[in-house]
């Protein structure tokens, strides 16, 4: 044995064993469960630009294509968001059925199980796209495929349940919803008492061997309309049925919803936002072993294939409603800051307003950027557990900036509720997006680092694997080797970070063009960021998992570089548009600056001070920029204040709005005061008014009706609804219920 092993990394390995967090056997597992992509590069601390650069750009087949433009299209037609949120509180009968027949609800499941076969990034597509007119909507159609039965069976299921279910699943003769947050057990959804216990039982008259389940689970999405409940259960096999007697673990199985003891049916209301969510519980309910999606031999694996499924879902659903709002929200704001006036100028002229809509422009432009990166990587058919919690967070989070950046730009006008609102509907569903697959605080602050901390640094986990070796000899061996690999790794990035924090030169492609400095500037965090985390290790070992503010703040540095690589990415694929680089610069400089605030943070509130003593002076994480310039700030802005390509290539793929509704009034009035805009800005220049320009002589006749006609075009739009006492009597019928759900009334 070598004297290093001996002297040195003995002792170490020694000392690792205590500081180095453990993986239990479910950890493992769930670490074991996604795989890695891109942000594997950043928290290498120098990226390999060629896998960003390479990546395929996502595009639609012709099928997929035709699936938007005519079944999503004629879907949204025939719904009316007003109605179903404040009316009849559910979608229509016909659009149900529609939903059903056309495979809305088997997108995800290929097509020799008779789904639809789409891509990540269709499926992304399709949900932007209902989204774009009703929430409601898409996440009626986005649970189905997202994490539930459909992507648990189509991972794990055996070949019987792909062959009775998918179809099934597919056609919507089966209808799913995923129970396992449970009362008690809401983000740890590990501690739920929901409980499986093994037994004999009958089944289609036969004694079978099974499970006989009780459950109290709550906010589960569909469920009150649901034919089958994909449900994560405590299983106990108490005299050793199955194997030894004792806990199996947490484990999935299908519950047809018509078994006796299942109850279902009622609602709870979502944030105003009418998709059929509510709790359902179950007493004795009793189910086959074949009812365990992938059979037996799943038993006891449920955590691992939950997180298995969310590595797929998470990165999919929200995100692209997220685009949907944040889409929505940078066409409003900007043709609504283009058509109101004060102070006798469009708002969007004046300089707050303007910070305001560029934070909308970026975040628009962002979040498209990451949902195009992330189904483009789900495409090439990795399983992102990383890049999903990163996706689901950030793009959740800046959906809520975004929402309340246009909410205060159209101030009154989106305040006043009614069937002309058309900002109030994304508003009240941010919450749920914050909430639901993970909610925002315990994503940001557990998962994303801690997850990515293990599955992403390119020695971490390999360390811990030698670490958790029971054989000595090999154990020293692994660890020798990760762990001086680890050393000079880390070695490496102080040196990268610090020449590059100095020096401001850090790798960037040869032919990167006009976005090399911020191809430069994204390597010089990574090696900063590399190397601050490994410091983080270093001091804190295990002690990391429960410094959640720490975890945070190396998570937040990490999701903003991703989401800068996003961009860069879709810059390219665009084909460069030199009139974006204005998003570009906002983005991408507002990320910068939250990465210099992250690590300066972190750095300083490391409990062993003297890192801060030797990273500090290294590398400068205190002389971060101080985000967008007034300039940037303004000329973004400019993008969505006035028609653009940039304008167009942000919004497009949105459900086109029904001419009277709310937004088709915005859009017409947009259009009718940008056609009008050669008129408007004569007068401007003479400081006349219309009727005082036509007394005048400066304007015909025709051209005075044009400017009555975009006056009333943009009074409908800044009319609000109002009701009279006898509409809202019908509209407030008593909300409380009268029969309590059964536990509430003990
Ligand atoms: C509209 C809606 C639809 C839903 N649909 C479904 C569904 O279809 N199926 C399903 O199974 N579930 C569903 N859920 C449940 C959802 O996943 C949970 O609400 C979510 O997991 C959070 O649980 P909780 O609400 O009990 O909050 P809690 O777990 O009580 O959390 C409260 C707060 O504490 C924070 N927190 C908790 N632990 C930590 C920690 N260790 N560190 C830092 N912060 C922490 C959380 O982030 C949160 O901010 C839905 C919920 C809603 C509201």
């Known amino acids: 044995m070598s004297l290093r092993k001996t002297y040195v990394t003995k002792p170490i ?190 089944w289609n008259g036969e004694d079978v061997l099974g499970i006989r389940m009780n459950w109290a689970k709550r906010y589960i999405t569909l469920a009150p309309v649901c034919s089958v409940l994909g449900l994560a259960f405590r299983l106990r096999d108490p005299e050793g049925l199955l194997g030894p007697a004792g806990d199996i673990g947490i484990t999935c199985a299908l519950v047809p919803t018509d078994l006796p003891g299942v109850e279902t049916g009622r609602r709870h209301l979502p944030s105003g936002t009418m998709f059929m969510n509510g709790p359902t519980t179950g007493k004795d309910v009793f189910i086959p072993l074949d009812h365990i999606i992938g059979g037996p031999d799943y038993a006891g694996r449920g955590w691992m294939m939950l997180m298995s499924a969310l590595a797929a879902g998470r990165g999919i659903s929200l995100p692209s409603l997220s685009a949907a709002s944040t889409a929505m929200a940078a066409h409003t704001t900007g043709a609504y800051s283009r058509i109101r006036k004060q102070f006798n100028l469009p708002i969007g002229l004046f300089g707050g307003v303007q910070e305001a809509m560029a934070r909308i422009a970026s975040n628009a432009y962002v979040l498209d950027a990451g949902r195009r990166l992330t189904t483009a990587a789900l495409d090439e058919g990795h399983n992102l557990a990383v890049i999903s919690a990163i996706m689901k967070y950030h793009a959740t989070d ?104 100095w020096t401001g030169r850090g790798d960037a492609p040869a032919d990167a063009g006009k976005v090399a400095p911020v191809y430069r500037r994204l390597s010089r965090w990574s090696a900063a ?85 030797v990273l500090r002076p290294i590398l400068r994480p205190g002389a971060h920029p101080r985000g967008p310039s007034d300039k940037v700030t303004e000329a973004a802005a400019k993008l969505i204040y006035a028609p653009s390509a940039t304008r167009d290539r942000l919004v497009q793929g949105l459900h086109t709005p029904a001419p009277d509704s709310g937004l088709g009034r915005i859009d017409s009035a947009y259009r009718l005061v940008e056609e009008a805009e050669p008129i408007t800005k004569r007068l401007r220049e003479i400081g006349k008014t219309a009727t005082e320009g036509r007394e005048a002589g400066i304007l015909s006749d025709a051209e005075f009706e044009q400017l009555e006609r975009v006056e009333a075009a943009v009074q409908r739009v800044v009319a609000v609804d109002d009701y009279t006492p006898e509409e809202l009597e019908r509209l407030f019928s008593d909300m409380r219920p009268a029969t309590p759900w059964p536990e509430a009334a003990e």
Not at 437 to 442: C, D, H, L, R, T
Not at 447 to 452: L, N, S, W
Not at 550 to 559: N, V, W
Request: glycine share 8%; with cysteine; aromatic share 8%.
């Open 398 to 501: 800046r959906m809520r900036d975004t929402l309340n950046d246009a909410m205060d730009v159209h101030s009154g006008k989106a305040v006043i509720d009614g069937p002309l609102n058309y900002l109030q509907p994304f508003y009240r569903a941010v919450p749920i997006g914050i909430t639901v697959e993970g909610a925002n605080i315990v994503t940001r602050n557990l998962i994303i680092f801690g997850q990515g901390a293990i599955r992403a640094h390119p020695y971490l986990l390999k360390e811990i694997e030698a670490l958790q070796e029971p054989d000595p000899e090999k154990a020293l061996d692994a660890f020798d080797q990760h762990f001086w690999g680890h050393v000079g790794h880390s070695i490496r990035n102080l040196l990268r970070g610090g020449w590059s924090a």
């Open 529 to 613: 960021f590399a190397i601050t985390a490994d410091m983080a290790f270093l001091t804190l070992g295990g002690a990391l998992k429960r410094k959640e503010m720490i975890s945070a703040r190396l998570g937040d540095a990490l999701s903003e570089m991703y989401l800068i690589a996003a961009v860069l990415k879709r810059w390219e694929d665009e084909g460069r548009n030199d009139a974006d680089l204005p998003l570009v610069h906002h983005a991408t400089e507002t990320g910068f600056a939250r990465i210099g605030q992250a690590l300066d943070e972190t750095i300083a509130n490391m409990p062993a001070r003297w890192v801060g003593w």
């Open 13 to 202: 390995l020694d000392w690792a064993k205590r500081a180095l967090p453990s993986l239990s056997e479910t950890e493992a597992e769930a670490v074991n469960s996604g795989d890695v992509h891109f942000e594997a590069e950043l928290f290498s601390g120098k990226p390999d630009w060629r896998m960003l650069r390479d990546l395929q750009a996502p595009t639609l087949t012709e099928e997929e294509r035709a699936f938007i433009d005519g079944p999503c299209r004629e879907f949204c037609d025939m719904i009316d968001p007003w109605d179903i949120d404040h009316q009849s509180g559910d979608l229509p009968a016909e659009a149900w059925k529609f939903l059903r027949d056309k495979g809305f609800f088997g997108m995800i499941i290929p097509k020799d199980h008779g789904g639809l076969g789409f891509s990540a990034y269709a499926h992304s597509e399709v949900v932007r796209y209902i989204a774009s007119h009703s929430a409601t909507a898409a996440v009626t159609v986005m649970v189905p495929n997202s994490l539930g039965p459909g992507e648990l069976i189509l991972q794990f299921g055996t070949e019987d349940q792909k062959r009775v279910w998918l179809p099934r699943l597919a056609s919507g003769d089966e209808l799913p919803a995923f129970g396992l947050t449970s009362e008690d057990a809401g983000s740890d959804a590990s501690a739920m008492t929901d409980e499986g216990v093994i037994c004999k039982g009958t």
